[in-house]
């Protein structure tokens, strides 16, 4: 099916009802895991409803977005700005479409975006923190342009909404949430006030952002090779939700390593699911692993996070706080941890 392209002002957007590009994640009824109290089912798999647009910024860069939001709902509904994990990709606001579909069909408007940058960005990032010539090629870009990335998204809602059709006065501002998987992780870590050396002359760096409620990092990142350090995690104090396995390795990260945010955290509303079983691979997070039945504990008890503290259900509180999840998977396998 084409896509339809709208020109507003100084965006382009993508009316896209594209094909699937993976199944409708679908979780089971059952006593032992959460569905959402919410389901829509008018963006699914065979409806793909998004709009692509690129938010204009003066002072960082332009950033690309692509939105969903389920299309039979009337008035606020809370926010999610997801990054994207792997390499620079100007098409990145696509790679993680299941969880953009699943987290739309839950009732929320979700922002994927996408990161990347150009020589003359690093060039310019180098000069802003004074890296010298020779530093920087090794200057820390990703942990720099993903929360900027972030913050230029969770400072444009007014433009959002008054630029793309459909979305006129539906944020709720006061219920928003930022997710990152893999490299995006960092995202949802600094802006909850992780901090960053990025380069010898740029260290114990801030992207904090007052504006989001809660966070949640899947596949989580700890290791300097993206800037973080011993004392990284001493200023988030807001809740977040960590979530990995015994199979989640990539790069230089290993279920170890993954597993460091958590016990790094100060106590308060802080949570941590681990599926120990070395079936829950790396793309088990981004809910596109082999083994379904993971990629469903992983979405239910991520979903009944956000509804507990963007939407406050009572369920979805209730369940968080229970050891059903752990029931239904085996205690060997569904271990959950929270302080």
């Known amino acids: 099916m084409k896509n339809v392209f709208l020109v507003i002002g100084f965006v382009v957007i993508s009316l896209g009802l594209a094909q699937s590009l993976s199944a409708q994640l679908a979780i089971p009824n059952s006593p032992f895991l959460y569905k959402p109290v919410e389901d829509y089912n008018d963006c699914d798999q065979d409806n793909n409803c998004f709009l692509d647009a690129t938010i204009p910024n003066a002072t960082h860069r332009d950033v690309p977005i692509r939105v969903r939001w389920p299309r039979n709902t009337t008035g606020r509904l809370p926010l999610i700005v997801f990054s994207h994990g792997g390499e620079p990709n100007e098409n990145g606001r696509e790679i993680n479409i299941r969880w953009g579909r ?21 060039i310019a990032a180098c000069v802003e923190f004074g890296v010298s010539e020779n530093d920087c090629p090794q200057f820390r870009m990703g942990s720099l342009f993903r929360p900027r990335d972030a913050n230029v998204v969770l400072g444009a809602l007014d433009w959002i909404e008054q630029n793309l059709p459909g979305l006129a006065s539906r944020i709720d501002r006061s219920n928003i949430a930022v997710v ?50 011993a004392d990284s995690w001493r200023e988030m104090t807001r809740p977040i939700l960590y979530i990995t396995g015994n199979g989640d ?3 230089n990260d290993d279920p170890i390593s993954r597993r460091v945010p958590f016990a790094s955290v100060p ?50 509180g209730a369940y968080l ?14 271990q959950i941890q929270r302080k």
């Open 102 to 122: 699943t987290l739309a069909k839950a009732g929320y408007i979700v922002i994927q975006m996408s990161h990347f940058w150009t020589p003359e960005q690093r």
């Open 180 to 229: 990152g998987w893999s490299y995006g992780s960092i995202t949802a870590q600094t802006l909850n006030g992780a901090r960053l050396n990025l380069a010898p002359t740029a260290t114990d760096v801030s992207f904090a952002n007052p504006l989001p409620k809660v966070f949640m990092g899947l596949s989580p990142q700890s290791s300097s090779e993206w800037g973080f350090k």
């Open 249 to 251: 390795f990539a790069q």
């Open 267 to 316: 106590r308060g509303n802080k949570y941590e699911l681990f599926i120990n079983s070395v079936g829950a691979t790396h793309d088990t997070f981004n809910i596109e692993g082999s083994v379904e039945i993971m990629n469903i504990w992983v979405a239910t008890y991520a979903l009944a996070y956000l509804d507990a503290s963007l939407k406050n259900q009572a369920l979805a």
């Open 321 to 334: 706080i229970s050891n059903r999840l752990p029931m239904y998977g085996s205690q060997k396998y569904v």
